[in-house]
């Protein structure tokens, strides 16, 4: 009997549930990047702050999605691809989310700040800032230019290992923001374009949406088109090498020629096949980040023997 | 005797105790791991306000009594 009681009680979350709060693919991917970002910088820095570093930058991100996954639960209550996260499936309160998202924000930029230095903290600070208040409850439900905007969020991370390294921004570390920045738009468009039913229902203001599906093909070849000088460029700096250009010149030749695919086609011949050249150009999108910082990653290495860089 | 089975509830509960442990040790494991990196590295432990306090700085010239 006393079961049945408790039943009716709050929800009882498993660790589980938390661990779902902070989008632990969205945080996969900053760990990734950060920890490029670290470790091309021209500073070496130990093993356990390089560790504690990414996992408190990893935390902030944590952070920042459990205050938008807080915010945004009457949107995923809607959408099929996220009605059956923590809060709209109604295993975790909404203030708790709230609570453990404020907390994690405290504790990963003052221990960010303890373990490298403040310059650090205050980047993951004001990306917990632009990614929760400025994206999440300013502009994503204000204007079709949300995904740009809420991109900028998604590419501090390896701007912030790398000043966890150095103590200061540079060029390099404005590059490597900038090619996050400009790969975000055309890699959620491409996922918008074959996603429409969700965000039309949840009234988000996607620009599939507000300017059309035609208006949204043509966005993402220009951004993808606008990206291509920023990888180039980044290539010709102190983390880029020949080897890092030669991939980023292969690399943004199969992404303009997939967004030039899905600039040409319309609607008829995307239903047709179900979207499959979408699809594709979405799952490449992934991998051609992956590849891009890795490809920074291994001109590190190869400089480390005396064969990359410049 | 028959043993009922426990609720699922609580092992539901029993993971977020565990992991809850568990994320609080590594805390503790890591919080003395960087004390240790960042003591030993040898930076100098007392210098407020960019000034040098004399005790800290290594004795490079005898002092004279006068």
Redesign the interface.
Known sequence: MADIALNDTAPEPGFGDYVQLLKPRVMSLVVFTALVGLLVAPVPLHPVEAFAAILFIALGAGASGALNMWWDADIDAVMKRTMSRPIPAGRIEGGEALGLGLALSGISVVMLWLATNWVAAALLAFTIFFYAVVYSMGLKRLTPQNIVIGGAAGAFPPMIGWVCATGSVSIEAVLMFAIIFMWTPPHFWALALFMKEDYHKAGVPMLTVTHGRKSTRAHILAYTLALVPVCIWAALTSIGGPFTLAVAVVLNAIFVKGAVDIWRRDEVVSEADKYAVEKRVFRFSLLYLFLQFGAFLIEAALKSYGLGGW | MVFKAP?E?Y???F??N???GILLVGFVA?MF??T??KVT?GDPLKGFDHTMEPVTTPLTQKVTQP
């Open positions: 609720h509830i092992r539901r509960r993971s977020r565990l992991g809850v890591l791991a960087l240790v990196v590295r």
